[in-house]
């Protein structure tokens, strides 16, 4: 028999029939953590997903951009390809800060450093709570560059999705972007 064919050895795999090498195995596996997986019950995990490697969605969904407004709605078509592919998908939040919300006053100095926070976050659970791959999800200038700076401290298996553009308004039967509002704050000051 060649080594791929090789039946894999009893102590590859833990009791559950985890590999022992996927970093959840650490939280699921042994008597050990039976405290574990009760928590993980008490959320609705069974034995099937308890064996499953554990992925991560990092979700900066909020109501303080229409950058991420709807991103609950991404991670919930996340959820259901990681789920329906044999993995154990366990989503978390993290902040977000909107540039466009937070330009021309004292708030801009939270902007630029949110990138870190939102990387610090995401790589805080991953490695806390033993993920084996993550799904970053972003949809503006800062939540992007975080989650995947976060992807890339993990070091885990990793996809990056991005929740897409912002569509135009439409004033007076033309498309308007923030863009043109801000041109407009600009055309206004000149007089």
Known sequence: MSQQEAPPREDDESEGGKPDDLPSAEVTEGADRAPHRAMFRAMGYDDEDLT????????????????????????????DAVDSTGGMPIEFGTITIS???????EGMKAS???????????????FGERMDGLVTI??????????MMAAIRTD????????????????E???????QVFEGVGAHAEG
């Open 52 to 79: 499953s490697p554990m992925v991560g969605l990092a979700n900066p969904a909020a109501d303080i951009t229409p950058c991420n407004v709807h991103l609950d709605d991404v991670a919930d078509a996340a959820y």
């Open 99 to 105: 540039d466009a919300i937070s330009m021309g006053h």
């Open 112 to 126: 630029l450093i949110s990138r870190e926070l939102i990387a610090d976050s995401v790589e805080l659970v991953s």
């Open 138 to 147: 972003g949809g503006c200038d800062k939540n992007m560059p975080g989650m």
């Open 156 to 171: 885990l298996p990793s996809v990056f999705l991005y929740g897409g553009s912002i569509m135009p308004g439409e004033h």
């Open 173 to 179: 039967g033309r498309d308007v972007t923030i863009v």
